[in-house]
């Protein structure tokens, strides 16, 4: 599961984390540190949201129709019989 956080969720929250603040157009400055933003371009926001997990989403699905086309090449990994009893 260790793997699996560091390898999905961490990254996909970074990722979404920089398209929100890429949208940002005015950001608070205090004593010359960059602090929270108080306006986003909501179509540009939009737009690349939409298009990322749309992307996101066909790498997937391609993904899987690659599984299903060689499922059937697939072995039997574990050892068992194929026979129900």
Not at 5 to 28: M, N, R, T
Request: glycine share 8%; net charge negative; aromatic share 22%.
């Amino acid at each position: 599961m260790l793997l699996f956080k560091f390898l999905a969720f961490l990254p996909c929250e970074l990722f979404y984390g920089y398209i929100v603040d890429f949208s940002c157009l005015i950001w608070e400055n205090k004593c010359g540190q960059q602090g929270n933003c108080w306006l986003y371009d909501q179509d540009h926001f939009r737009k690349i949201f939409i298009g990322v997990s749309t992307v996101f989403m066909a790498a997937g699905s391609l993904f899987d129709f690659i599984i299903i086309f060689y499922s059937d090449k697939m072995k039997n990994l574990y050892g068992e019989d194929n026979e129900l009893n």
